[in-house]
Protein backbone atom coordinates (compact mmCIF):
# COMPACT_ATOMS: atom_id res chain seq x y z
CA UNK A 1 0.00 0.00 0.00
CA UNK A 2 3.18 2.25 1.07
CA UNK A 3 4.55 1.59 -1.69
CA UNK A 4 1.25 2.06 -4.02
CA UNK A 5 1.01 5.62 -2.60
CA UNK A 6 4.79 6.57 -3.55
CA UNK A 7 4.55 5.53 -7.23
CA UNK A 8 1.56 7.44 -6.90
CA UNK A 9 3.24 10.70 -6.05
CA UNK A 10 6.18 10.37 -7.71
CA UNK A 11 4.07 9.79 -11.00
CA UNK A 12 1.86 13.42 -9.82
CA UNK A 13 5.41 15.09 -10.15
CA UNK A 14 5.76 14.36 -13.84
CA UNK A 15 5.91 18.07 -15.14
CA UNK A 16 6.38 19.30 -18.43
CA UNK A 17 10.29 19.86 -17.70
CA UNK A 18 10.28 16.28 -17.60
CA UNK A 19 8.63 15.43 -20.50
CA UNK A 20 10.45 17.05 -22.88
CA UNK A 21 13.61 16.36 -21.06
CA UNK A 22 13.25 13.18 -21.55
CA UNK A 23 11.72 13.51 -25.51
CA UNK A 24 14.80 15.54 -26.09
CA UNK A 25 17.14 12.51 -24.89
CA UNK A 26 15.24 9.53 -26.76
CA UNK A 27 15.20 11.49 -29.97
CA UNK A 28 18.72 13.22 -29.44
CA UNK A 29 19.80 9.44 -29.02
CA UNK A 30 18.16 7.63 -31.42
CA UNK A 31 19.29 10.24 -34.27
CA UNK A 32 23.00 9.88 -32.88
CA UNK A 33 22.92 6.23 -33.37
CA UNK A 34 21.22 5.69 -36.62
CA UNK A 35 23.34 8.36 -38.34
CA UNK A 36 26.77 6.56 -36.45
CA UNK A 37 25.68 3.85 -37.87
CA UNK A 38 24.49 4.85 -41.39
CA UNK A 39 27.99 6.26 -41.64
CA UNK A 40 29.23 3.21 -40.84
CA UNK A 41 27.92 1.66 -43.43
CA UNK A 42 29.01 3.93 -45.62
CA UNK A 43 32.19 3.21 -44.55
CA UNK A 44 31.59 -0.32 -45.04
CA UNK A 45 30.30 0.25 -48.70
CA UNK A 46 33.78 2.17 -49.78
CA UNK A 47 36.12 -0.46 -48.09
CA UNK A 48 34.20 -3.80 -49.30
CA UNK A 49 32.51 -2.62 -52.70
CA UNK A 50 29.97 -5.16 -54.26
CA UNK A 51 30.11 -5.99 -58.05
CA UNK A 52 26.56 -5.40 -58.32
CA UNK A 53 26.11 -1.98 -56.64
CA UNK A 54 29.68 -0.70 -56.48
CA UNK A 55 31.19 1.04 -53.52
CA UNK A 56 28.38 4.05 -53.02
CA UNK A 57 29.15 7.56 -53.25
CA UNK A 58 30.39 9.00 -50.03
CA UNK A 59 30.01 12.25 -51.58
CA UNK A 60 26.39 12.26 -51.37
CA UNK A 61 24.40 14.27 -49.23
CA UNK A 62 23.54 11.46 -47.02
CA UNK A 63 26.87 10.98 -45.49
CA UNK A 64 26.89 14.83 -44.81
CA UNK A 65 24.04 14.56 -43.23
CA UNK A 66 24.56 11.88 -41.09
CA UNK A 67 27.71 13.47 -39.92
CA UNK A 68 25.79 16.75 -39.20
CA UNK A 69 23.76 15.07 -37.21
CA UNK A 70 26.56 12.85 -35.42
CA UNK A 71 28.06 16.45 -34.67
CA UNK A 72 25.40 18.17 -33.15
CA UNK A 73 23.05 15.17 -31.95
CA UNK A 74 25.52 13.03 -29.73
CA UNK A 75 26.49 16.82 -27.86
CA UNK A 76 22.77 17.37 -27.08
CA UNK A 77 22.60 13.72 -26.00
CA UNK A 78 25.21 13.70 -23.33
CA UNK A 79 24.54 17.06 -22.32
CA UNK A 80 20.71 16.05 -21.85
CA UNK A 81 21.25 13.14 -20.25
CA UNK A 82 23.99 14.53 -17.47
CA UNK A 83 21.03 17.44 -16.85
CA UNK A 84 18.61 13.99 -15.79
CA UNK A 85 20.73 12.75 -13.72
CA UNK A 86 21.50 15.86 -12.13
CA UNK A 87 17.98 16.29 -11.56
CA UNK A 88 17.84 12.56 -10.29
CA UNK A 89 20.23 12.86 -7.96
CA UNK A 90 19.12 16.30 -6.14
CA UNK A 91 15.32 14.48 -6.41
CA UNK A 92 15.26 11.04 -6.15
CA UNK A 93 11.64 10.51 -6.72
CA UNK A 94 12.34 12.32 -10.35
CA UNK A 95 13.53 8.44 -10.89
CA UNK A 96 10.37 6.62 -10.87
CA UNK A 97 8.83 9.50 -13.50
CA UNK A 98 5.94 7.67 -15.77
CA UNK A 99 7.66 9.61 -18.38
CA UNK A 100 11.21 8.30 -17.40
CA UNK A 101 9.96 4.28 -17.01
CA UNK A 102 8.20 4.52 -20.68
CA UNK A 103 11.39 5.95 -21.95
CA UNK A 104 13.57 3.44 -20.79
CA UNK A 105 10.92 0.53 -21.09
CA UNK A 106 10.74 1.61 -24.95
CA UNK A 107 13.96 1.91 -25.80
CA UNK A 108 15.30 -1.46 -24.17
CA UNK A 109 12.40 -3.19 -26.07
CA UNK A 110 13.37 -1.61 -29.76
CA UNK A 111 17.33 -2.67 -28.96
CA UNK A 112 15.76 -5.88 -28.09
CA UNK A 113 13.90 -5.82 -31.52
CA UNK A 114 16.57 -4.84 -33.54
CA UNK A 115 19.36 -7.03 -32.45
CA UNK A 116 16.32 -10.36 -33.05
CA UNK A 117 15.56 -8.95 -36.43
CA UNK A 118 19.42 -8.57 -37.00
CA UNK A 119 19.86 -12.01 -35.82
CA UNK A 120 17.85 -13.26 -37.99
CA UNK A 121 18.34 -11.15 -41.33
CA UNK A 122 22.10 -12.84 -40.45
CA UNK A 123 20.89 -16.56 -40.47
CA UNK A 124 18.37 -15.85 -43.22
CA UNK A 125 21.71 -14.97 -45.34
CA UNK A 126 23.78 -17.46 -44.02
CA UNK A 127 21.31 -20.25 -45.09
CA UNK A 128 20.65 -19.01 -48.42
CA UNK A 129 24.70 -18.89 -49.40
CA UNK A 130 25.04 -15.27 -49.96
CA UNK A 131 27.30 -13.71 -46.91
CA UNK A 132 29.75 -11.32 -47.88
CA UNK A 133 32.21 -9.78 -45.37
CA UNK A 134 30.58 -6.05 -45.47
CA UNK A 135 27.37 -7.90 -44.88
CA UNK A 136 28.78 -9.79 -41.68
CA UNK A 137 30.19 -6.28 -41.02
CA UNK A 138 27.39 -4.44 -40.94
CA UNK A 139 25.38 -6.97 -39.02
CA UNK A 140 27.90 -6.82 -36.17
CA UNK A 141 27.67 -3.00 -36.27
CA UNK A 142 24.01 -3.30 -35.15
CA UNK A 143 24.72 -5.83 -33.04
CA UNK A 144 26.64 -4.55 -31.35
CA UNK A 145 25.07 -0.77 -31.05
CA UNK A 146 21.50 -2.36 -30.22
CA UNK A 147 23.26 -4.79 -27.50
CA UNK A 148 25.18 -1.44 -26.26
CA UNK A 149 21.52 0.31 -25.75
CA UNK A 150 19.77 -2.76 -24.37
CA UNK A 151 22.57 -3.12 -21.31
CA UNK A 152 23.04 0.55 -21.14
CA UNK A 153 19.54 1.58 -20.26
CA UNK A 154 18.53 -1.97 -18.64
CA UNK A 155 21.23 -0.78 -16.09
CA UNK A 156 19.61 2.38 -15.87
CA UNK A 157 15.62 1.03 -15.16
CA UNK A 158 17.17 -0.87 -12.28
CA UNK A 159 19.11 2.32 -10.86
CA UNK A 160 22.53 1.12 -11.43
CA UNK A 161 23.76 4.42 -13.11
CA UNK A 162 22.42 6.54 -10.11
CA UNK A 163 24.55 4.35 -7.51
CA UNK A 164 27.68 4.31 -10.18
CA UNK A 165 27.71 7.79 -11.38
CA UNK A 166 31.63 7.44 -12.45
CA UNK A 167 30.56 4.88 -14.59
CA UNK A 168 27.83 6.75 -15.94
CA UNK A 169 30.20 9.45 -16.69
CA UNK A 170 32.69 7.22 -18.41
CA UNK A 171 30.01 5.29 -20.29
CA UNK A 172 29.21 8.86 -21.44
CA UNK A 173 32.85 9.96 -22.09
CA UNK A 174 33.35 6.47 -24.27
CA UNK A 175 30.42 7.60 -26.65
CA UNK A 176 31.47 10.77 -27.17
CA UNK A 177 34.70 9.54 -28.34
CA UNK A 178 33.20 7.10 -30.23
CA UNK A 179 31.12 9.69 -32.39
CA UNK A 180 34.50 11.38 -32.52
CA UNK A 181 36.33 8.20 -34.17
CA UNK A 182 33.31 8.51 -36.63
CA UNK A 183 33.51 11.38 -37.94
CA UNK A 184 37.00 12.01 -38.31
CA UNK A 185 36.92 8.73 -39.79
CA UNK A 186 34.57 9.79 -42.32
CA UNK A 187 37.26 13.49 -43.35
CA UNK A 188 39.43 10.87 -44.23
CA UNK A 189 37.30 8.62 -46.35
CA UNK A 190 35.22 12.05 -47.74
CA UNK A 191 37.88 13.89 -47.49
CA UNK A 192 37.87 17.71 -46.68
CA UNK A 193 34.97 19.73 -47.74
CA UNK A 194 37.45 21.97 -50.53
CA UNK A 195 37.80 18.02 -51.78
CA UNK A 196 34.46 17.19 -51.70
CA UNK A 197 33.92 20.83 -53.56
CA UNK A 198 36.31 19.56 -56.08
CA UNK A 199 34.88 16.16 -56.87
CA UNK A 200 31.91 17.14 -57.09
CA UNK A 201 32.98 20.16 -59.52
CA UNK A 202 34.55 17.25 -61.48
CA UNK A 203 32.26 14.74 -61.28
CA UNK A 204 30.01 17.73 -63.24
CA UNK A 205 32.86 18.70 -65.81
CA UNK A 206 32.42 14.39 -66.32
CA UNK A 207 28.76 15.04 -67.09
CA UNK A 208 29.18 17.56 -69.12
CA UNK A 209 31.93 15.88 -71.23
CA UNK A 210 29.75 13.02 -71.82
CA UNK A 211 26.67 15.59 -72.58
CA UNK A 212 28.96 17.23 -75.50
CA UNK A 213 30.42 13.96 -76.62
CA UNK A 214 27.05 12.42 -77.66
CA UNK A 215 26.00 15.68 -78.98
CA UNK A 216 29.05 15.51 -81.20
CA UNK A 217 28.44 11.90 -82.73
CA UNK A 218 24.86 13.13 -83.09
CA UNK A 219 26.02 15.76 -85.40
CA UNK A 220 28.01 13.54 -87.05
CA UNK A 221 25.03 11.00 -88.12
CA UNK A 222 22.68 14.07 -89.23
CA UNK A 223 25.48 16.23 -91.23
CA UNK A 224 27.78 13.59 -91.87
CA UNK A 225 30.96 15.63 -90.46
CA UNK A 226 32.27 16.85 -87.43
CA UNK A 227 31.38 20.23 -86.17
CA UNK A 228 34.11 23.43 -86.52
CA UNK A 229 33.44 24.02 -83.28
CA UNK A 230 31.14 23.54 -79.87
CA UNK A 231 29.14 26.60 -80.88
CA UNK A 232 28.02 24.64 -83.83
CA UNK A 233 26.12 21.67 -81.21
CA UNK A 234 23.76 24.76 -79.79
CA UNK A 235 20.21 24.30 -81.14
CA UNK A 236 17.14 26.48 -79.16
CA UNK A 237 14.87 24.22 -80.66
CA UNK A 238 16.26 21.09 -78.57
CA UNK A 239 17.41 23.24 -75.65
CA UNK A 240 20.62 21.96 -76.37
CA UNK A 241 23.33 24.59 -74.70
CA UNK A 242 27.04 23.67 -74.66
CA UNK A 243 27.60 23.65 -71.02
CA UNK A 244 30.47 25.55 -69.47
CA UNK A 245 32.94 24.47 -66.92
CA UNK A 246 30.97 24.27 -63.43
CA UNK A 247 33.67 26.87 -61.45
CA UNK A 248 35.28 29.08 -64.41
CA UNK A 249 32.61 29.47 -66.71
CA UNK A 250 34.54 28.64 -69.52
CA UNK A 251 33.95 26.37 -72.37
CA UNK A 252 35.40 23.27 -72.65
CA UNK A 253 38.20 22.43 -74.94
CA UNK A 254 37.32 20.86 -78.33
CA UNK A 255 39.75 19.73 -81.09
CA UNK A 256 39.46 17.53 -84.22
CA UNK A 257 42.16 15.76 -85.73
CA UNK A 258 40.61 13.67 -88.75
CA UNK A 259 37.23 13.29 -90.51
CA UNK A 260 36.23 11.08 -87.37
CA UNK A 261 38.35 12.02 -84.13
CA UNK A 262 37.78 14.59 -81.63
CA UNK A 263 39.10 15.22 -78.56
CA UNK A 264 37.70 17.16 -75.73
CA UNK A 265 39.62 18.65 -72.66
CA UNK A 266 38.59 19.95 -69.02
CA UNK A 267 40.66 20.80 -66.17
CA UNK A 268 39.74 19.04 -62.76
CA UNK A 269 40.47 19.68 -59.59
CA UNK A 270 40.35 15.88 -58.18
CA UNK A 271 41.72 12.79 -59.87
CA UNK A 272 38.83 10.93 -60.47
CA UNK A 273 37.76 7.70 -58.64
CA UNK A 274 38.82 5.07 -61.19
CA UNK A 275 42.22 6.72 -61.53
CA UNK A 276 42.66 5.52 -58.29
CA UNK A 277 40.75 2.34 -57.71
CA UNK A 278 39.70 -0.46 -59.98
CA UNK A 279 36.29 -0.45 -59.14
CA UNK A 280 34.63 3.41 -58.88
CA UNK A 281 31.53 3.56 -57.63
CA UNK A 282 28.81 4.09 -60.21
CA UNK A 283 27.37 7.71 -60.41
CA UNK A 284 30.50 9.28 -59.26
CA UNK A 285 32.71 8.23 -62.17
CA UNK A 286 33.29 6.90 -65.62
CA UNK A 287 36.41 4.95 -66.20
CA UNK A 288 35.67 6.33 -69.94
CA UNK A 289 37.03 9.73 -68.57
CA UNK A 290 39.35 8.70 -66.18
CA UNK A 291 41.86 11.64 -65.10
CA UNK A 292 44.17 13.03 -62.95
CA UNK A 293 44.21 16.39 -61.20
CA UNK A 294 44.79 19.57 -63.44
CA UNK A 295 44.40 19.70 -67.30
CA UNK A 296 42.86 15.95 -69.45
CA UNK A 297 42.00 15.31 -72.58
CA UNK A 298 40.04 12.61 -74.23
CA UNK A 299 39.96 11.50 -77.84
CA UNK A 300 37.35 10.08 -79.41
CA UNK A 301 36.94 8.38 -82.55
CA UNK A 302 33.67 7.80 -84.11
CA UNK A 303 33.19 4.28 -86.09
CA UNK A 304 30.65 4.96 -88.99
CA UNK A 305 29.70 0.86 -88.35
CA UNK A 306 28.51 1.65 -84.89
CA UNK A 307 27.33 5.30 -85.44
CA UNK A 308 26.09 4.99 -89.31
CA UNK A 309 25.54 8.06 -90.96
CA UNK A 310 21.46 9.35 -90.69
CA UNK A 311 20.62 9.38 -94.76
CA UNK A 312 18.43 12.63 -95.43
CA UNK A 313 15.24 11.65 -96.60
CA UNK A 314 15.25 11.68 -100.13
CA UNK A 315 13.57 14.98 -101.77
CA UNK A 316 10.02 14.43 -103.94
Known amino acids: MAHDTVAHDSNSRTTPK ?10 ALYGSVTSMVALLFQYINFAYPDPLTGSGDPYASSAHVAMATVIVLVPTTLVLYRIMRS ?30 IDLITLITTFLGGELSVRFVFKVVIVLLSAGGIFLHFLADIKGYWAKERQRANSVGFAFGFLAIATVVAGFLVIGSPSETRGYKLDQQRVYDLE ?11 QQHKLPAGLAALNDPL ?27 CATFDQPSWSSQQALAPRGVDDQNFSHGVGHAC ?13 TPPVKQ
Open 18 to 27: DFFLWAGIII
Open 87 to 116: QCAKDPTRMHTWVRRWALVLTIFIAAAAML
Open 211 to 221: NIQSQVVSYWQ
Open 238 to 264: SNMIVPLDPETGAQYEYATSSAHTFSL
Open 298 to 310: FARTIDPVKYPPI
